[in-house]
């Protein structure tokens, strides 16, 4: 796998919760967790550039070993969806556009730029 990969927290309700995936110090993706009320956990993974199979393999079993306790990847009751991107495209409202109905439209190659922090970058 792609080296010093770590993750940071986004954001989190009480169902969910979405994380930055850092590759050094370079931000190359992110994931969401989801649970049901039913104990399914879904995940959705998706990683901007180049990711063989075996560092998606590698990525998908951090992933359940570093943040789903109460299921294995083999259960019947969670899921991961991998996607592998060739850009990232944010659609939101600008700080100044809150009150507004213009949405800013931000396209940014080679970079994952996280909801979280749409207001710290560009």
């Known amino acids: 796998m792609k080296k010093n990969i770590n993750f940071f927290r986004i954001i989190r309700t009480s169902s969910s919760e979405a994380y930055g995936i850092r590759s050094d110090e370079t931000v190359i993706g992110r ?13 959705v993974v998706t990683v901007l550039g180049k990711i063989s199979d075996k560092e998606e393999l590698e990525l998908v079993q951090k992933i359940d070993l570093d943040f789903v306790e109460n299921a294995e990847i083999q259960d019947d009751n969670f899921n991961i969806t991998f996607f592998k991107a060739t850009e990232s495209k944010i659609y939101g409202k600008g700080k100044e556009d809150w009150a ?21 970058v560009v």
């Open 100 to 120: 507004g109905d213009m949405l800013e439209i931000k396209t940014i190659k080679k970079v994952v730029v996280l909801i979280g922090l749409l207001h710290n």
């Open 31 to 43: 994931f969401d967790l989801h649970y049901a009320s039913d104990g399914r956990i879904d995940a």
